[in-house]
């Protein structure tokens, strides 16, 4: 069994390349219709590491592996480069900036179209709670690591698959048709929340609370659960 964060260490090359690849020239390109297209891959990335299954809310994923949004850090380059343009009055560019053009195609969004700086922990938490987003408020703060960030790799994804409510239990498999059935044995309906908080197989007595805090209870939970 590894630890998560000797995880983050072999996989590390995986989120930080493709970052690396997506803040080149950020500001050029962020803006494009096209963009959804990296932020697919690093999607994916970011599912790996954290073992989570594709059906989990994007605005999960930076949250369970502690990286910025990609938005986020894409306008924070911008700002960088921004910042770095006006310092610098002499360059041919300043006046593009400061004395831009008229816009020509309303459907383009030029560099000068935003020039307010973002913070991106106060925006992160902003964004965080404005949606309606499962268990969301769970996290008190999503810009720091989260409780239970170094435990093994299988506690560490089960874990996160309860905050999320997307794992393995009745009702996703029903809904995956793997199942003739979403009950649990008691025939209920088999949720990622039923099962730490109220199936009598399984239950937790702090119920998500408890494994959110990845206490010595809820780690042994986890580990029971597991086995």
Excluded at 52 to 73: D, F, G, Y
Aim: hydrophobic share 35%; glycine share 4%; aromatic share 10%.
């Amino acid at each position: 069994m590894i630890s998560q964060s000797l995880v983050i260490e072999n996989y590390g090359c995986l989120p930080w390349l493709c970052y690396s690849l997506e803040e080149y020239y950020a500001p050029v390109w962020s803006r494009s219709s096209h963009t959804g297209l990296v932020d697919v891959q690093s999607n994916s990335t970011m599912r790996l590491v954290s073992g989570t299954l594709r059906s989990t809310p994007l605005l999960w994923l930076p949250v369970l592996t502690n990286i910025e949004p990609l938005t986020l850090r894409r306008k924070a380059a911008t700002d960088k480069l921004v910042e770095k343009i006006i310092a610098c009055d002499n360059w041919p560019i300043d006046s593009e900036i400061t004395n831009h053009p008229h816009a020509c195609l309303p459907r383009r969004k030029p560099l000068w179209h935003d020039l307010v700086p973002v913070d991106i922990r106060s925006q992160w938490k902003e964004n965080w709670k404005s949606p309606q987003v499962v268990n969301f408020s769970l996290m008190d703060d999503p810009t720091i690591r989260q409780p239970g960030f170094n435990l093994l790799q299988q506690q560490w994804s089960l874990l996160n698959r309860f905050w999320t409510e997307q794992g393995h239990c009745g009702a996703s498999k029903k809904k995956w048709n793997q199942a003739a059935t979403d009950l649990c044995p008691f025939y209920e309906k088999q949720m990622m929340s039923h099962i730490v908080d109220s199936c009598p197989l399984s239950k937790l007595n702090g119920s998500l609370l408890q494994v959110h805090s990845a206490d010595n209870e809820a780690f042994a939970w986890l580990i029971s659960y597991c086995s």
